[in-house]
């Protein structure tokens, strides 16, 4: 097995051409590179001009990406730029995770946490180990009004012993050898005196493998895109057939939906006008048009729009009835602020919270 150091990295990396096809070829390398922040020692990074990420320039650069974190390490400006001016949420080809639809792909490994003082183990599989190490220390559910914390943290947690770094044990496997390969480790563990942490149940065929997606063949990508006029249609009403033909660049070969690269001028007033005239409130203009709708604000020319309705703010459900209702359940204001956050904070502004707490 390869021990992931500085030099076995940069051997590895220096095979390939860009970040995205190592992240493809070589995952849990890429994914150790990262977390370490070696990445950029090995691939350069071109310094765009001043004001090179527009609008325009943005979308371009998210439509070569997949996932949200491919698009933010491969193109951190433009990311920072979509964030500020809020284009991220119209991305929808994105997602959040990478996720594999080829349940054949060598991308899954089998990684550890071992809790030495109270001979413990954890023992996970995944294809992105720094997002699941994300998720096993900070994220939480809502559940009644109280977090509740990944097992592994609320056992950590309970025994009052730090979270220790997760260790690679394999990598480079395929789903169904993953489930088994996490399964011979659980096993190892237990027979060699340790505890298993793990409440799920693991093994071949009992894991998820994600199976009840659809498989998207090259043939069931091809005849999806039949049904679509243009590329933004496709995205948007299958965005996960989309991503696999853009994943495997057979989007290319759908003819029937080039890509059309519009000028640099081509969002002139009339063309934005036009535009704007097909939707009822200036946001959704903004959601549906993000470039003439930018282009529009730029020029002053929104206030010629003049058919715009204003949009109806949604109301609150914390009424003062049921702000009422909550702060009873509540022994004082800090427990009131952590367990119904939303409610503490309505009362704060209406100036309320003094009725509920003494």
């Known amino acids: 097995m390869v021990k992931w150091t500085y030099q076995t990295c940069e051997k590895e990396a220096l095979k390939y051409k860009t970040k995205i096809e190592f992240r493809k070829n070589s995952s849990s390398a890429y994914t150790i590179s990262v977390r370490n922040k070696w990445i950029n020692d090995w691939f350069d990074r071109k310094i765009k001009p001043a004001n090179y990420w527009n609008n325009e320039n943005i979308i371009n650069a998210a439509r070569e990406c997949l996932y949200y974190t491919e698009f933010r390490d491969n193109y951190i400006s433009a990311f920072r730029k979509a964030k500020k001016n809020n284009l991220l949420s119209s991305f929808h080809w994105l997602t959040n995770d990478i996720c594999s639809f080829d349940l054949t792909a060598k991308i899954h490994l089998i990684y550890v946490y071992e809790i030495i003082e109270l001979k413990c183990v954890y023992v996970g599989r995944t294809i992105n180990l720094a997002n699941r190490d994300y998720s096993h220390r900070y994220k939480y559910k809502i559940i009644n009004g109280d977090k509740k914390y990944d097992n592994l943290n609320a056992f950590c947690v309970k025994n ?111 063309r934005c006008y036009e535009e704007a005239k097909k939707y009822i409130r200036k946001k959704d203009f903004e959601n549906n048009s993000r470039v003439a709708y930018a282009k529009s604000c730029r020029e002053k020319w929104l206030k010629n729009y003049n058919w715009f309705i204003n949009g109806y703010k949604k109301e609150s459900k914390w009424t003062y009835e049921k702000c009422g209702e909550v702060a009873k359940l509540c022994k004082n204001k800090t427990d009131f602020s952590e367990k119904y956050n939303f409610a503490y904070r309505k009362c704060l502004t209406k100036k309320w919270i003094n009725d509920f707490f003494l």
């Not at 006029?229 to 299958?238: A, D, L, T, V, Y």
């Open 160 to 270: 009052n012993v730090i979270l220790p770094k997760p260790i690679i044990v394999e990598h480079s496997l395929n789903s169904s050898d993953s489930q088994k390969r996490e399964e011979y480790w659980i096993n190892k563990y237990i027979n060699n005196d340790w505890n298993k942490i793990n409440k799920s149940k693991t093994g071949e065929g009992i894991s998820s493998l994600g199976g009840g997606r659809i498989k998207w063949t090259y043939e069931k990508c091809y005849k999806e895109a039949k049904k679509y006029n243009s590329r933004g249609e496709f995205c948007e009403k299958s965005s996960q057939a989309y991503r696999v033909s853009l994943q495997y660049k057979w989007i290319d070969e759908y003819d029937w939906i080039k890509r059309i690269i519009k000028t640099p001028n081509y969002w002139n007033y009339e």
